[in-house]
């Protein structure tokens, strides 16, 4: 009986000791700073994430406006109203009017 109580008092001696209390310290720290990276990856990621959706709402929205403008120039009237806007001409028998701001 005596040697049970001096192994029981041994276990108990090393559980509360400095250098097991240390130990568990130091496993628990880990702990904490690999919850802490994973903490920061996952805040980086959806910062990213919204940056990322946000620009391919942008490119969706381009695609949009690029689609309507080749739709635009597969009929005649875009075709036509495009080379005016670029290029500055008119149809035979059409006379072009331009008009100049005195201010500038």
């Given amino acids: ?3 049970f109580q001096t192994r029981a008092q041994t276990k ?3 559980l509360y000791s400095w250098f ?3 130990i568990l310290l130091i496993i628990l720290g880990l702990f ?3 919850a802490y990276a ?3 990856k996952k805040n980086t990621a959806n910062i990213q994430q919204q940056k990322y959706q946000e620009r ?3 490119l969706s929205q381009k695609k949009e406006n690029l689609e309507e403008k080749i ?3 597969k009929s005649e009237r875009g075709k036509e109203e495009e080379f005016r806007k670029r ?3 008119v149809k035979e028998g059409e006379t072009m009017i331009r008009i100049i701001n005195e201010k500038q």
């Fill in 1 to 3: 009986m005596k040697d």
């Fill in 12 to 14: 108990s001696n090393i």
């Fill in 20 to 22: 097991f209390l240390c």
């Fill in 32 to 34: 904490v700073k690999s």
């Fill in 38 to 40: 994973s903490f920061i």
């Fill in 56 to 58: 391919f709402e942008d």
């Fill in 71 to 73: 739709q635009n120039l």
């Fill in 87 to 89: 290029f500055n001409v």
